[in-house]
């Protein structure tokens, strides 16, 4: 069995400023706005970076889970860890096994999805998802949540593809441990030492909270094809830029 990073989603308090500065910074575009979760009291965006998905939401009125995510967590921010599998049954079993709560999960006829409660996960929602039908399991395969025809967004000028997600974590040792075991992966090291979980197409790192914010998903390893324009956009938008790190919608983003 494999598991991919498929998609990732952030939560914002308004969309379309976050939407405006993806655009144009990472040099994306929107594939999709899903009217479904207007059902969530949600509005979203989702931009393709090369294969895998970005999903910005934001609340459009009062007491939605994606609202009280902003509150607990001080503003914008990394929100889901959503991956994509091949065999959905024996994952869901597996879940069950360990006892994990169930926040939301629904299935169609190309679409398994289960969505766990961070809570039993620790560090952030954590996501499987199954696409079926034709090509599902292709890389580039594909995506019901992002729409008929996610690739009408997709621009490589800028950036191909995501390459770690980075989750920040009270006890990170311990969070690895858990994603460990219901995605049922060897935990690794990175080169300085933090656990990490490697999928088919990306890495999850887990990290001690040094920037006085509460456990969450906190940055993105983003594979630059030019470093230099996606830089000179972020400044020109008055972002935070350290090094090859820009700081957007309240996440890390870092430039390999």
Known sequence: MWLRLRQIALVAAELAPVEAQLKDVLGIDVCYHDPGVGHYGLENALLPIGNQLLEVVAPIQENTAGGRYLERRGGNGGYMVITQCDEHAPRRRRVEDLGIRIVNQFETDEFRNMQMHPKDTGGSFFEIDEQLGPNAHDPDGPWEPAGPDWKSGQRLERVRGIAAAEIQADDPAA???????????????????????????????????????????????????????????????????????VQLCGMRLNLL
Not at 175 to 194: F, H
């Open 175 to 245: 969070v690895a441990a858990r994603w460990a075991e219901i995605a049922e992966i060897d935990l690794g090291r990175d080169v300085n030492g933090n656990p990490t979980l490697k999928l088919d197409n990306a890495a999850l790192r887990f990290v001690p909270c040094t920037d006085g914010r509460p456990e969450g998903l906190g940055g993105l390893d983003i594979i630059a094809a030019d470093k230099p324009a996606i830089l000179a956009a972020a400044r020109e938008h008055g972002l935070e830029v350290s090094g090859d790190q």
